[in-house]
């Protein structure tokens, strides 16, 4: 059995930091490509930032130079360390984990991390 929880919301003041956690556990033999996905309400779902197995990154324009999006392949665990935060960058956090198991290799989401930033 696979799951893959976000950890690491929270509230924070603008111009604060946060670093979000997207870690994947169970029979797992690999994680592959995985992505941040965030939700305001009253927004669209948007694709925050994304990274290959290899390391290659994707960011959206809105938050390029502000978060950054790494990977510890040893601890099947991604990381968005989010800094500069700002008022439109609260919503719910998603991270999407493509993810090879004993089961087979299909898509996995983590159940969602709130962050509000607000003074």
């Known amino acids: 059995q696979v799951q893959v929880v976000e950890s690491g919301g929270g509230l924070v003041q603008p111009g604060g930091s946060l670093r979000l956690s997207c870690a994947a556990s169970?029979?797992?033999?690999?994680?592959?490509?995985v992505a941040w996905d965030r939700h305001a309400p009253g927004k669209q779902r948007d694709l925050v930032a994304s990274i290959t197995s290899v390391g290659s990154t994707n960011y959206a324009d809105s938050v390029k130079g502000r978060f950054t999006i790494s990977r510890n392949n040893a601890v099947n665990t991604v990381y968005l360390q989010m800094n500069s935060l700002k008022s439109e960058d609260t919503a719910v956090y998603y991270c999407?984990?493509?993810?090879?198991?004993?089961?087979?290799?299909?898509?996995?989401w983590g159940q969602g991390i709130q962050v509000t930033v607000s003074s």
């Open positions: 999407n984990a493509v993810v090879r198991a004993l089961s087979g290799r299909r898509d996995y």
């Open positions: 169970g029979s797992i033999l690999g994680v592959g490509a």
